[in-house]
């Protein structure tokens, strides 16, 4: 997981350990092919058609905003353009159990540390 994240330039990850399973259907250039860096590939991905699927089983993300880990993430995303639907996202952070359900917009634009303002549509329990 490690090369992904120098990869996309995932800086707000400060650590992710687990299973992640990723589909993506890409449709546009791809100048990240010979140029690998996360501002060419994020540059790319706003003008591509991009939809997927992300699953998260028994991870641990710790976000480098954040100071406490989210432990036990089980989830799968559905994303596409730039948002994503949370299908389902549990986790333990802190001692509490957390699920949520709802929509991420700007999900890719935030991830790839663009300074993009995340915005959640989402219910929880705890």
Not at 32 to 57: I, M, T, W, Y
Not at 64 to 90: C, K, W
Request: glycine share 10%; proline share 4%; with cysteine.
């Amino acid at each position: 997981m490690y090369d992904a994240q120098a990869f996309l330039g995932l800086d707000s990850i400060g650590q992710l350990d687990g299973d992640a399973f990723l589909t993506v259907h890409y449709k546009g250039a791809a100048p990240f092919l010979r140029n690998p860096s996360s501002a060419v590939f994020s540059a790319a991905l706003k003008s591509a058609e991009v939809s997927g699927e992300l699953s998260l089983n028994d991870a641990s993300i710790a976000l480098t905003a954040l100071p406490r880990p989210f432990e036990q993430v089980q989830g799968r995303f559905i994303m596409l353009g730039d948002h994503a639907d949370i299908q389902s996202l549990s986790m333990l952070v802190g001692g509490t159990d957390l699920a949520l359900q709802g929509s991420l917009t700007n999900f890719i634009p935030w991830v790839m540390g663009e300074g993009a303002t995340l915005y959640i549509d989402a219910s929880c329990e705890s």
